[in-house]
């Protein structure tokens, strides 16, 4: 039974400070990983998809990796920003494309101005 | 983008009362769609899968006489909660995905509180 784990469960930082948020994953038999923010009492967004073939993805300030044979991710956040403050969910595919998500419980961060 | 629209976003019913929450993929066909519960501080949990024109396959330990799922077109998905009790208390979140490689989209969540 697949099962992700992220590390640490809460962080708080200084504005403008770089961080780094960590996935780990029992079955490295993945389709796909992806990063999600949510807000409080909110949705999802998608912020970020590795498919299990490539190595890293990047999005402005964002920018995840992804070791497959080590069931291990990592999202990085460089210059952080109060607007940064949110949840992020760290979720593995099962299968092929399109199927559900397993999610790890998430990392709540809060930056500090 | 994609956009995936969620209704109710939250919803306040008394026990024993039954509830619909209705999931709609706006611009594109979801033949699959999700959904999940989120408890407080914990992680979305996969409560079934809706397959359009067949029946949801539910995850182990989820009751498919309590929590109902019809997906009768390729652009909606409901999920009622019937005879509500508190315990039923949570954020149930749907989600869709288009048949390529995209990520899947989810909705805005609906908050459901049981009196």
């Known amino acids: 039974k697949q099962e992700v784990t992220q590390i640490p469960a809460a962080l708080s930082v200084p504005e403008g400070e770089n961080l780094v948020l960590n996935c780990s994953f029992t079955d490295s038999a993945i389709y796909n990983l992806q990063w999600f923010r949510q807000d409080p009492g909110k949705g999802l967004t998608s912020l970020l998809l590795i498919q299990s073939s490539q190595r890293e993805q990047t999005s402005g300030r964002l920018n995840a990796s992804l070791d497959k044979s080590s069931g291990r991710s990592t999202l990085y956040i460089a210059a952080s920003q109060p607007g940064d403050s949110a949840t992020y969910l760290c979720a593995v595919s099962r299968s092929q494309a399109g199927t559900a998500l397993i999610f790890g419980k998430g990392t709540t961060l809060s930056v500090s101005s | 983008g994609a956009v995936v629209s969620q209704h109710p976003s939250w919803v306040i019913c008394k026990s024993g009362t039954s509830v619909k929450i209705e999931c709609r993929s706006l611009d594109f066909q979801a033949t699959t769609m999700f959904w999940y519960r989120q408890f407080p501080k914990q992680s979305l949990m996969l409560m079934a899968t809706?397959?359009?024109?067949?029946?949801?396959?539910?995850e182990q330990g989820v009751e498919k006489d309590k929590f109902l799922i019809n997906h009768a077109s390729l652009t909606l998905s409901t999920l009622t909660v019937t005879s509500a009790h508190p315990e039923d208390s949570s954020f149930y979140i749907c989600?869709?995905?288009?048949?390529?490689?995209?990520?899947?989209?989810f909705g805005n969540g609906t908050r459901l509180t049981v009196t």
């Open positions: 809706s397959n359009e024109g067949s029946k949801a396959t539910y």
């Open positions: 989600s869709a995905g288009q048949p390529n490689n995209s990520p899947l989209h």
